[in-house]
């Protein structure tokens, strides 16, 4: 059977989506918990050099959605960063991902297969089909920004474990 570009990505994108929603609502609960603030999570970093965790939320689900929308449409065209937004706010951003994500259907993708996407960054010029865009753009640049939200996350003390971050597996019944 092969795979088409819908079940590449969207299951894929949906599983840990919804992750890191659980995720950000259990360290809502932890700073209920401790008495502290989930916005001192907005500005923090895994290294000076590293963009913010409110950066790490935006950048994925900018790499789901508008990834997707890519695939689909050949162009990737995330709308401008928010920046330093409120614990809630990105809450509510991942939340809306999760909702666009399972608005997509197979029918969405049909006739996607090999169209080319090209990706202008900064002087670099990159030339895709969809399928390796997807694979080798998209996903990766996804799951980098996702665990590295789960590590700020972790680091700092939150009660976070590696199935916190996989959410639900899609297995064989």
């Known amino acids: ?6 079940d590449l990505g969207v299951p894929t994108f ?18 209920a918990e ?14 000076e050099d590293m963009a913010p965790f409110h950066f790490q939320i935006e950048a994925l689900t900018h790499h789901a959605v508008w990834g997707l929308e890519a695939v689909r449409t ?5 709308p401008a960063l928010r920046g330093a937004i409120s614990f809630a706010e990105l809450r509510a951003m991942v939340a809306e991902a999760e909702a666009a994500l399972k608005a997509l259907t197979p029918e969405d993708f049909e006739g996607c297969s090999s169209k080319e996407l090209v990706l202008q960054i900064g002087p670099r010029r990159l030339r895709f089909t969809a399928e390796t865009y997807l694979l080798s753009f998209a996903l990766p640049n996804f799951h980098f920004h996702a665990v590295t939200a789960y590590d700020i996350l972790r680091s700092r003390g939150v009660p976070l474990g590696k199935r916190d971050y996989e959410g639900q597996l899609r297995t064989r019944p």
């Open 14 to 31: 949906l599983q840990t989506v919804s992750a890191v929603g659980s995720f950000l609502d259990r360290t809502t609960s932890h700073c």
């Open 34 to 47: 401790m008495g502290t603030d989930p916005d001192d999570f907005v500005e923090a970093r895994l290294f």
């Open 74 to 78: 050949g162009v990737f065209a995330p």
């Open 1 to 6: 059977m092969a795979l088409s570009l819908y």
